[in-house]
Every structure is written in structure tokens, then in C-alpha cells.
């Protein structure tokens, strides 16, 4: 654990800009656009929102799940040099699934503190529409036994499968309905309460701050997408209570009541004390804590009870002390199960809107948490506290904290 007398390790790191495209729907508007363009697309708009020069940045991680782009094994570094950055800039490509968005924040924060970087572009990015269908490469390479032939693999599905836990994400949602008594009126009373608050979010203007209009080009010429693709604020409990379950015949979770396949991307910019003073930034807020945990892989949706739990020892805080929560919505069972075990004020958590409404770009997720709190801080003046969450596949949480400058 971290020494109190070590200066360097407890610095003030600030977040500096936050910016996220809109998250396309599932082979709508975005689907063209690889991960790749989808990072450069935030990361170029935060740049600009925080007057922070390319040349100053030092270092560059994005987090991506389903490595979907071409170049994908190259993706923070084409993001980097695609956005401006020093060819000397070191880049980090992250995969930690679900979490990704939040784990480049942590790791651009831990450079800060080591003193590898004074300014980190922390990004997250996903195209879900262009996840591919593969085949064996031993088989395509070398051959297949007679009569037996070459089978497609779906990347999607298979990245929404434990195969360690031999659990779909959808049934871990369900082992929680059981074990924390959730209902399936529970889950689409919330589903629809997803929609419509992300419906009042968006005539109210909330999204704006940090949403990148992006550009794309038609058939009819040049279209700007700057609104989210997936929300559907009209929906209502009695068009979704007739859906039928998809993991269990008795069960809760539907696909109204689970989160959007969509694609996206988000970037957040942090710099240390000396940098906003030495470049004159405006924070939008400081980063006071980040964590990550291990949880039961097959409950894997409560990852952020414990995740929540320790950031806030960590920052000195308890729950009450938070204004705002987010909570990543994997599935309304997982949240519902996530809120009552924390017992979380629904009055001041997710209040906009989460990923069922909003989707799910696995790699960008965490990436929009962080990026919508940075920018309420400004919007909301009675907002001192804010955390950030979501559930890991496999059996994890992440959580950040953030507080007012």
C-alpha cells in the first residue's frame, strides 16, 4: 500500500477534458468507422476542449475488447500519432474487458505518479457492429480432418461468454436476480426508467458537454451524428413486459432489460498539478481514487460493490458523502442487485440514463462514466463527490473516484 509520506504517489492528478462520440447502435450510423477512428474522433474533440497541445502529451493508453479494427493490435499508438502526439510518445493498447474505459484511467494516473508522464490520454474505444466472424487459424492453415470442414467462430458472442465459468454475461445477471431477490418487474420498472431519464437527459441539454459530434459520409453526402443511436425514451413497462426471457424460461433478463450493443469511443485527458500550472489548464475535476477487484465469476455483475467499496476507503469517504453515482448498467439484475447491496439513493445514481438506454461498447464504457461526471461537475454545482463503476466479464469491478477542484 501507498506510503502517506511518499509526496509523489498522493499528487493532485486533474482531469483536464472528457470527451465521447455518440455510441452508434448496433450496424446503425457508426459501424463503418473502426475503433481506431472512432478513438482519434474523442481524443482530437478532448484536445481541443482542454486547449491541450498534442505535443505536450506523453503518454496514450486506450482500452479496446473485441479487437474488431485491422490495425487493432496497434490501436493506442495509431489513436496517438492519428491525433498529433510526439512520434516519442509511448502508447498502451488495454483490455480489461468491461472496464477497459476506467483501467486506461488508472493507468494514465499511475504514470502521473511515477513520474513517467506529466499529461496521459487515457481513451476507450469499441465497434461491436464490425465484430468478427473468424475461423481456426490452425485449421485454415494447415487443414482440417476429412468430412469435418472449417466452422465460424462469432467473436461477439464468444466475448460475452466466460468460458473459464462456462457462463453467457446474461446468465450471471440471472444468478444475481436469484440471490438478491430481484424480479422481473423490477427489471423493466428500471429498464424503462433508463430510457426515459436518458429522454429528459437529453432535451435538457446534459449530454452536450461532452458529447464529439462525428462527421460521416452517405450515399447523400456528408451526415453529423452528435446523438446517441440506441435510446429509445418512448418505451414503456407494459411494450416490454410481454418479451420473453433469453437465459432462463423463468427469468428476468430480457433485451430490453440489458445493455445496448453499440459502437463507440471516449477519451479523458489527465495532467498532473505542475502541468495545469505550467500549460495554464481549467480541470474539470481531480481524480481521487481508482481500484480494481476480483469477485465471483459467476456473479460477476456485483464486481462493483467491492470495487466501490475500497476506492472510497481509499479516498477517505463513505457513501454518503457521494452526490453522484454511475454504475455501469450491464443488465437492469446486475445494477438492481449492485444498488441494493449498497443501498444507493436512486436519486442521485444514474440519474441520466445508463448503458441500457445509452448501449454498451464494452472498451468505451467506462470511458463515457468518466467523461459524463467530469462534465457535470461544471453543470452541477451542488455535485462535490462522484464514482464511477462497472462490473467486469469474468469476475471483476472497477470503481473511480472523483472530487470537485
Not at 83 to 107: D, K, Y
Not at 143 to 172: C, E, F, I, Q, R
Not at 192 to 216: H, Y
Amino acid at each position: 500500500f501507498l506510503s502517506p509520506q511518499n509526496t509523489l504517489l498522493y499528487m493532485s492528478i486533474f482531469i483536464v477534458a472528457a470527451k465521447r462520440t455518440p455510441f452508434g447502435s448496433f450496424g446503425g450510423s457508426l459501424k463503418a468507422l473502426t475503433s481506431t477512428d472512432l478513438c482519434v474522433e474523442s481524443t482530437k474533440a478532448a484536445l481541443a476542449q482542454g486547449s491541450v497541445s498534442a505535443s505536450q502529451v506523453d503518454s496514450v493508453f486506450v482500452g479496446n475488447v473485441i479487437q474488431s479494427s485491422p490495425d487493432a493490435a496497434y490501436l493506442a499508438r495509431h489513436v496517438g500519432l492519428r491525433s498529433g502526439v510526439p512520434v516519442s510518445t509511448q502508447a498502451l493498447t488495454i483490455n480489461r474487458l468491461c472496464g477497459s474505459g476506467f483501467e486506461t484511467v488508472a493507468q494514465g494516473a499511475q504514470a502521473i505518479q511515477l513520474g513517467l508522464s506529466a499529461v496521459s490520454v487515457c481513451g476507450g474505444a469499441e465497434n461491436m457492429s464490425a465484430a468478427p466472424f473468424t475461423v481456426d487459424g490452425n485449421a485454415a492453415r494447415w487443414g482440417v480432418a476429412l468430412g469435418k470442414g472449417m466452422s465460424m467462430n462469432d467473436s461477439l458472442w464468444s466475448g460475452l461468454t466466460d468460458s473459464y465459468a462456462g457462463t453467457p454475461m446474461g446468465v450471471t445477471a440471472e444468478n444475481l436476480a436469484k440471490k438478491h431477490g430481484i424480479t422481473r418487474s423490477e427489471c423493466d420498472e428500471f429498464a424503462v426508467r433508463s430510457q426515459r431519464l436518458w429522454g429528459e437527459a437529453k432535451a435538457a441539454g446534459n449530454f452536450d458537454a461532452e458529447i464529439a459530434p462525428v462527421e460521416i459520409k452517405t450515399r447523400k453526402g456528408t451526415k453529423v451524428v452528435d446523438t446517441d443511436e440506441h435510446p429509445k425514451p418512448s418505451t414503456t413497462v407494459e411494450s416490454i413486459s410481454g418479451l420473453r426471457p433469453v437465459f432462463d424460461k423463468e427469468g428476468v433478463v430480457t433485451a430490453a432489460g440489458a445493455s445496448g450493443i453499440c459502437d463507440g469511443a471516449g477519451t479523458i485527458i489527465l495532467a498532473s498539478e505542475s502541468a495545469v500550472a505550467e500549460h495554464g489548464y481549467k480541470p474539470l475535476c481531480k481524480l481521487t481514487a481508482w481500484t480494481s477487484v476480483g469477485c465471483e465469476p459467476t456473479e460477476m455483475g456485483i464486481g462493483p460493490v467491492p470495487a466501490i467499496r475500497k476506492a472510497l476507503d481509499m479516498a477517505g469517504k463513505t457513501i454518503d458523502d457521494v452526490d453522484r453515482f454511475e454504475i455501469n448498467e450491464a443488465f437492469a439484475a446486475q445494477f438492481l442487485s449492485c444498488a441494493k447491496e449498497l443501498g444507493l439513493d436512486m436519486d442521485k445514481t444514474n440519474v441520466n440514463g445508463g448503458a441500457i438506454s445509452l448501449g454498451h461498447p464494452l472498451g468505451a464504457s467506462g470511458s463515457r462514466i468518466v467523461a459524463h461526471l467530469a462534465n457535470e461537475f461544471e453543470r452541477n454545482e451542488g455535485m462535490n463527490t462522484a464514482v464511477g463503476s462497472a462490473c467486469i466479464g469474468g469476475g471483476q469491478g472497477i470503481a473511480v473516484v472523483l472530487e470537485r477542484c
